[in-house]
Every structure is written in structure tokens, then in C-alpha cells.
């Protein structure tokens, strides 16, 4: 099988548009592309591979009429015309090509196989196929960067989807044509791990929370590995594993990142129940193997490996941390009484609803009665039986411990009646294993026999860092796997002695950036970083951590940790619970002092508070399910329909009964191939491997925690909060663009006149999931001595109420006071809007801020405003279900006008101004004060608490401005 999906992978050539437009025969333009990588393709070898292409044809292309290959109106062979359509939006991306694209196309990707085949000559033919679907897409811009390669299209008649999705679909399928019918051996498989939000939630540091989101998603990884060994990687639909950092292992400070999501989805050339059976449980073995491997390595570190006392309680808890649900759907085949389709309809009649059943129903009569193309088979329904399979997956899941006697993933365990046993700290469901106790003036660690229900000293590791195991900390099996990983993982290349940056790095990082950055203050910056160093002597905790990201790029060194920048940080106590050992009063007054002198020289002080930002994607369901009308709608955008597939040429050429069958059979949606599923994993994909990445850690100062396509969670600067936020909304929908400078250095910047979901970068396109898709963000700004874990559970009840309550495509955001003291704002992002509600909201936060004297504004807001605006809120709003917040005309035209003497009262001026242009500054504040509240729906609660949050966030990255 290995040899026919090679040979397969080359059955049409990359450049096959390019190819047909220059009046080449493409399978023999495919042949010298083999022969280029050693392989020599025979007649036969095309006849043996005709099944599978046929059935990634016909699910691709299902709605082209029978003839359209040959007639001449259904042709796009010009160099001018070829195009790409965006799978979601619908918009038609023109590439202006020429034969002599054609020509460069064909010459670098001889000079690309030929190298590749040299590289991989000792490899196997399914390591080569594993090799080109990595490397040949991201070697080809390199060698040719004016070529669209990542979008050339399979077929330029309906150019939704790429020669790599077609590709991929035909060299994960096994197919064999046989007298006008297809005969398929696939099944659909779709495996997942849990639990996921509760687990990762589990978090009294950063890097727990870092921890848990990389073990689920190495645990992940680890699964689908098992599938790719034995069938390749292009097998995978979901996630988009092309070149994934954990595959090419080349950039350590890349694979530190979480990116896979809990799940995943694939098309397996295989229907043997007994052989699904056995992938899916290798893929269960594969989460148990790699939990017991680290837990291996963590007793190993505390010099436990030779015990046994220890195993029985370590053993249950591996057991029960984590279940796994997996579902394997062999697609229906022919038969010598029915068709594959036809099997598959009566499958899908016995499961979906009436209105699914219905919908099949159309759909093989259009394909059967219209005279289609290709004939309908299996690949026709593709749609439906993937609904299918997650329907019984969500029953196996529902299954879970009753029937099969599982334990639930996470399930507490009993606790003993002996007053010994401690509950973890961390997690506070499983009893702890281990302990650092402070006995007789010495740490020690222990670990409990369970046998004998007594805490036993282990000998010579109590020099155990105050990182892993901090003093009085008592920890189970698996969070003490969240606490080691640094130092025991070894399946992926991570930087040596990584140490995630804390909440605290995060927050100062505005300040420490300034400091590093600043020659002036070099002397008194090295006084205070002997002096904090000297306080870690003889500890096992070093003073210097790697900084975020950017900090890092820009410094290149490891730096002071964040923490010792606070004052409050820099107390006795505090110091030797932070370090796990004693500190002389000197020492501590030494670093006090140099503290105080640095400060006074920048005359500023860290900022006491972060963000935290969950993000997640709007309806995905929805999406997976092609049902996006409601979206398009929603948005006033011209919905992506089964006509948008098409190119323009076909689309207008096609009959006009043909054209109006197609939107009835199609009913609102689009049709759902592997190949648009495809298309949302690489969209997905970008966004979290190169969209979000770049913003967060290179432009601005953020720490990305887990970004798994839609999914990302991260910390961020209060500094660059809106500007981040922002950006990666309009990201999500590809309402940006990429610039670089002369040191090759990108720039991710607003692009609102985007709207073909395709993003120009300076080494190719970035596909994104375009206009009519959506995101909500949940959004915590905390102070850095808030528990982490209420930080984290307070931002995942901000992104549900940005759903449930602001109705998606929105952000809610919560101001966690070190008081205690919380505020609540947020709105919808409006993003079609100039300018949105983000934009506006950081215009109008500007303005509380006192210009410098080299700015060129010379006014600002009184803060005493908010409590004028305060007493109107009062006056006028009352509690009302969200629902009917919106403010009435009545209420309006009582509120602008003292909205109007509010801001006359409050706006002040750095030098005199005529009284003409006084007022023309007072009508513009004013104005854009209406705007703010228009686009919050004129919910007079929601701008009041947003103009608090402003408020506060200009108090704490300004705090030293004069009122």
C-alpha cells in the first residue's frame, strides 16, 4: 500500500493548472515529476491508482454537468483566468499568471524532487511520501516565492479547493475502479481525549497552566502518531499537520507551544472491524505508555525509581486522569445488489433526522437525474456520514463508565478516613504522593505509602527547587508530571532548562523591556541584579529566567525574573518561601535599596496587573457542518453558497435549470467534501501556528499558553491588551496584511478591506477563515498575586458570556481588583464598522491619559468624569433583562445632553486655545463618545463599564501622569 500511495501522490502534478493552460498532457507532466524524485510511472501505474482519484474527484466535484470536461464553455485554460475561490467566503482570488509561470513552476519543482529524492534515498516509500507532504510545499516558496503554490487549484472549473487537498484525499483512500463503479475500502475515524477546560484549569503558576495544555496535546499527539505510522500523514483531515513544528523538530522555541487540539479526525484506508479495532486501541495505549513514561522520568528526578511502596496509588491515578472515545465508521461499499451511495442512504436514513434524511434524498437525485459528471458514490455523502460518526462518538462518550465500566476522566478519588492523607493541591481531587515539608530546619521530600498510610522521608532530595515542588506542597501522580515537564519531556526537542514566564514577567515586561532597552540606566540596572543573584546564592533557584518572547528576540539573553521587580516581593519572608532557604537581612536591604534607586531613575513602577485572553471560535459545528448561511446573513455578506464554488466562466455558462436545481438541492449550504474540512484545519491552522504567535509573542508583549486552531489562551501586557485583542480578530477573518522590513522582520497590521479570507505574506498566502467567520474572547485583567486558577475559571465564564449572553462575535471582559472588587464590561467587535468598538474604545482611553510634551494633542479627559458619568448612569439606567437594555430614544435625548456638559466640564488643555477650537475638541470628544455607545447598542451598562475599565487601564500603564 505504501508504493501505490507514492505513486498516487503524483498522479496529477502540483502544477496542473499551469500545466493544462500551457497545453501540456498532465499525466505526462506527472511523469517527469516522478521521474524527477526516482520514481518511474507506467500507464499501469495510473490505471491502479484511477479508483482513488476518481472517488477524490467525484466528492469534490460532484456538481459539474456530464460533458464538462470536454465542452469547451466549461474549460479555464487561460494563464489569466485561473483562480482560486476561498472555500468559506466564496471570493475569487485572481493570480495573474503566464506561460512563463508555467515554465518556472515546472523547473523548480524539478530541482525541488530531485534534491528531496536525494535526501530521502535510504528512506522508505512510505517515509517518502511522509517526507514530500512536509517538506515539498515549504521548499517550493522558497525555491519560487511568485508562484501561488499553497493555492493552485486541483481543478480550475471548481477552484474551492487546492491540488494539496485533492492530494491528500487520494492518497488516504483505498479505491479500485471496476466497470463504471467504485469500490471503496475507507473508514472515518475520529478519536478524542478529555478532560480538557477542568484539567488545564488545574493551574496555581503559569507554567501549570502552560503544562496541562501541552500534555493534552502531546497526549494528542502521541495517538495520532500511531495512525500516521501505519498510513501516512496524510491521512489526517484535522488537525492540518503539514509541516507541523512537532513533525520537523527544527526550532525548539517553537514546539514549546501547545497546538494540537484534543481530537482529531481522519480517512483510513482500511473497513476490517478487527483492524479498527486494534488502531484504536493503540491510540488508547499511546496516552497510558506516554503518561507512565513521564511519570517514570518524574520519580526518577525525586531518586524513587527503585521503589515499588509508591506504584499502586500512582498507577490508579495514571488511570484515571484521562479517558479516551474514539469512533470508526467504515464507509458503506458496493455490493452485487446495491451501490456504495445507496447503502450509505440506507445507513443515514436509520440515524439522521427526517430534514438530513431528506436532504441525502436530493442530493443523489440531482446527482443521478441531472446528469452529473462523475456518478454519485460514497464521497457524495461525505457530509452526512461525518455527522453521522460524531453523533455516535457523542453516544460513546454518553456511554462512558455505566455500561463499560470506565472511570470518568477526572473522577475524584475516595478519600481515606486516615487523617494522613492529604488531598493534592493543585488539582484538590486526587490524594497527594508527594510532599516538601520543612522538618527539624531541614526540607525534606516525602512521598506516602498508601500500604502502610505513612508520609516516608525520602533520603538526599531536598534540594528539590522551589519551582517543582515549593515548600508544604503536596502534589498527585499527574499534576506532579504538570510541575516536572520541563525537565522530563523528551518527545519533543524544547529548549534545555525551560522555564515558562510566570503572571508577574507578563505584567512587567513593559517595564522591563524599557529597562534592557536603556543604556542611561545600565549601571543601576546591573547593581540591582547582583544584588537580587546574590540572594539566590546557595539556593537551587536560578535569579535569571528566559524572558517573553519579544523581550527575548530583542535582548537575547536571559534576564532578572519579573517578581523581584515588586517591592511587596522583595520582604524576608517572602524571599526565603520563594526560594525554599534563608537570606541574610543585609542581603535583603541590599536589593531593596538598589530596587528603589533603578526606580527613582526611571521615575516609574511595575504595573501590578496582566490580562488573561480564551479565545474561541464561533459555531465550528456549524462550520464542520457547511452550514454558514446564518453567518453570512448575520454579517450582510453575500452568502457562500453551493454557487460560489464554482469559477465565474463555469458558473455563468452552466444551464440556468441546472443552476436553480443546484441551490434547491443545496438548500443554503455548501456542499461538505474532506477537502473543505481540510481547507478550515489549514485556515485553523495558520491562525494558530503563524496569526497568532506573530501578534502576541513578536509584535507585542504576550506569552501564548495554548493555541489549538480556534482555541487559544494566553497572557498579555496590559499595555498591548486592545491592540492584541483587536488585531486577532481581524486576523480571524483575514482583515489583514503582512509586511516585512528590509531585516526580513514581519508585521501583522488592519487590513478591513479584505474580505477574500486569503492573506498575501512575503513568502506566499495565509488561507484564514474569512469574513463570515467569528470569534468570542473572554478577557481577565488580575493583579499577580490573584490565584491563577480563579484568574482562569473567571476568563472561561468571560468567553461563555460573551457567547451565550453578547451573543457571539463579541468580547467580555471582568477586572479582577486586588481588592477583590470586580468589574464587568465588554461588547460585540463590529469589526465591519470604522471604527470598530475596540478601535473607538482605545481612542476614547487615550484621552484620559495626559499628552506629553512632545505629543501633538493638547487635551485630555479628567478622571473625575467617570463619576459625572456615574451619576448619569444612575439617573437613567435601570436593571432590565439583557435582552431589552437597549436604550430607548427617550433615554437618549435625556442622556446626550448631559453627556455633552459632562465632557465641557471635564476636558482639559495643556496651553491656552481659542474658544472656537475648545469646542470644536469638546464636540469631538462628545462625538465620539455617542459613537462609543451606538456600537455597544446604546446599552447605557455596558458603556458605563467599559469607560471604567479605560479608566483603570489608563491609571495602571500611565500611573504617574498628573491629574
Known sequence: MSRIRLIAFFHDPIHKALALAAGKNHEQVAKELAFAFGISLTDDDFKVTKGMDILASSTERLVLPKGADKDPKFQVMDFDKISFRHPFSGREIPFNLTRESFEQADRALKEVLERLHYETKDKSEAEKLAYLWHHLLRELKKKEPGIPWELLPADTRVPDHTIWDHLKLTTSTSAVWHEGTSYTTVSLFIWTVGPVQSFIKQARKAQDFWAGSFILSLLTFKAIEKVIQRYGPTVVIYPDLQAHPWILQENPFETIRPTIPNRFVALIPENDHEVLKEIGKECDQAVKTQLKSWVTKVLGELKLANSTAYRKIIDRQLESAFASYWIALPLPQSDSEKKDYENAQLLLEKVLSSQKVSAVESILSFTKNQNTLYEPNVGTLFGFLYSYAEKALAARKSLRDKLFGEPEPGNPEKASSNERVERCHLCGERNAVVVKREINGEFVVQYFDETNFEWVTIPNVGNIGARELPENEALCAVCLIKRFLPKIIEEIDIPPNYSFPSVTDVAVADLLEFLYADSEVSAELQQFEKAVAKLHEGTTVS?????????????????????????????KEVIERTLGADVLENDVKEAQNALNKLLKKIDRKPCPYYAFIAIDGDKMGKWLAGEIEEAANKKKIEFSDSSNIYHTKVWRNLPEDFKKTILETFRGTRPVTPAYHASIARALQTFALKIAPQ????????????????????????????????????????????????????????????????????????????????????????????????????????????????????????????????????????????????????????????????????????????????????????????????????????FNPLLQRAVNRHTHFVTKLEKSRKKEIQQKIYEDLTSLLALLNNDFQAFFNLIETGLLYTRFVNPDREE
Open 695 to 894: 501578534i502576541i509573542e513578536e509584535q507585542y508583549l504576550g506569552q501564548l499558553i495554548y493555541s489549538g486552531g480556534d482555541d487559544i489562551l494566553a497572557l498579555v501586557n496590559l499595555r498591548d491588551l486592545w491592540d492584541v485583542l483587536r488585531l486577532l480578530r481581524l486576523a480571524y477573518s483575514g482583515r489583514i496584511r503582512v509586511s516585512s522590513d528590509s531585516d526580513s522582520l514581519w508585521r501583522i497590521e488592519p487590513n478591513k478591506t479584505n474580505e477574500t479570507g486569503v492573506v498575501k505574506t512575503p513568502d506566499g498566502h495565509w488561507l484564514t477563515m474569512g469574513p463570515l467567520a467569528s470569534l468570542s474572547a473572554g478577557i481577565v485583567i488580575a493583579h499577580y498575586k490573584t490565584p491563577l486558577a480563579l484568574v482562569v475559571k473567571k476568563g472561561f465564564e468571560m468567553e461563555r458570556r460573551a457567547k451565550n449572553d453578547l451573543g457571539r462575535d463579541a468580547f467580555s471582559l471582568t477586572w479582577v481588583k486586588h481588592s477583590g472588587e470586580i468589574t464587568l464590561s465588554g461588547g460585540n467587535w463590529k469589526i465591519e464598522e470604522t471604527p470598530d468598538t475596540i478601535e473607538k474604545s482605545k481612542q476614547i482611553f487615550d484621552l484620559f491619559m495626559k499628552p506629553q510634551k512632545e505629543s501633538d494633542r493638547q487635551f485630555w479627559l479628567s478622571r473625575r468624569f467617570l463619576k459625572e458619568i456615574a451619576d448619569l448612569h444612575s439617573m437613567i439606567y435601570a436593571p432590565v433583562p439583557i435582552a431589552q437594555k437597549e436604550a430607548s430614544q427617550t433615554d437618549l435625548k435625556l
Open 543 to 571: 535569579p535569571k529566567i528566559r524572558p517573553i518572547p519579544r523581550i527575548s528576540n530583542t535582548i537575547g539573553k536571559e534576564i532578572t525574573e519579573g517578581e523581584w521587580f515588586f517591592e511587596a516581593s522583595l520582604q
